[in-house]
T-cell receptor
Framework: GQNIDQPTEMTATEGAIVQINCTYQ??????LFWYQQHAGEAPTFLSY??LDGLEEKGRFSSFLSRSKGYSYLLLKELQMKDSASYLC??????????WGAGTKLIIKP | NAGVTQTPKFRVLKTGQSMTLLCAQD?????MYWYRQDPGMGLRLIHY???????AKGEVPDGYNVSRLKKQNFLLGLESAAPSQTSVYFC????????????FGPGTRLLVL
């Protein structure tokens, strides 16, 4: 079957760095997405990786290793507004997105 | 440019009642999707459409029907609501079926008593 695993919840301190991991097993791979979802709101796109390596976008970076079925989202200089759930999703062989359950990130002052 | 909109935002139904959720997008996107999101689970695809007049089943289609009569609209119907259909429903759209960012509507919270 297809499976996306990510931690349920993480806590970090304002101004610090946090890494959210995602492992996947899917039928085919056409890229990995990270979305941010604030409580009660819709998911919004953060990043996309299709090749191995690190993609940097401001305070957020995303890494992919296809051979290991592994990705992480790195958030630097954490701000209180970064408190949200972070969703990992993989585009499978049919270009359908398979979603992880999300990681709830709690930022403490 | 409103993006993706959903109607209604919140609804309470009694078991056995029917309703239709409306999704509209103004980005001229070909592909549209209906997901449900439940606590502790990832988004699950209910139905999707690759263009006007076409629909297909996703991962959890039972108990739902859809229609795409116009390119900009995608309707999700519940013919006989059940408590198991209590969820948050998200509509999304994308420009094509290949690797493209999906844009989400604000969601519809449905409670079935």
């Amino acid at each position: 079957g297809q499976n996306i695993d990510q931690p349920t919840e993480m806590t970090a301190t304002e101004g610090a760095i946090v890494q959210i991991n995602c492992t996947y097993q899917t039928s085919g791979f056409n890229g990995l997405f990270w979305y941010q979802q604030h409580a009660g709101e819709a998911p919004t796109f953060l990043s996309y990786n299709v090749l191995d390596g690190l993609e940097e976008k401001g305070r957020f970076s995303s890494f992919l290793s296809r051979s290991k079925g592994y990705s992480y989202l790195l958030l630097k200089e954490l701000q209180m507004k970064d408190s949200a759930s972070y969703l990992c999703a993989v585009s499978d062989s049919n270009y359908q997105l398979i979603w992880g359950a999300g990681t709830k990130l709690i930022i403490k002052p | 440019n409103a993006g993706v909109t959903q109607t209604p935002k919140f609804r309470v139904l009694k078991t056995g009642q029917s309703m239709t959720l409306l999704c509209a997008q103004d980005m001229n996107h070909e592909y549209m999707y209906w997901y449900r999101q439940d606590p502790g689970m990832g988004l699950r695809l209910i139905h999707y459409s690759v263009g006007e007049g076409t629909t297909a089943k996703g991962e959890v289609p039972d108990g739902y029907n859809v229609s795409r009569l116009k390119k900009q609209n995608f309707l999700l119907g519940l013919e006989s609501a059940a408590p198991s259909q209590t969820s948050v429903y998200f509509c999304a759209s994308t420009a094509s079926g290949e690797v493209e960012t999906q844009y989400f509507g604000p969601g519809t919270r449905l409670l079935v008593l």
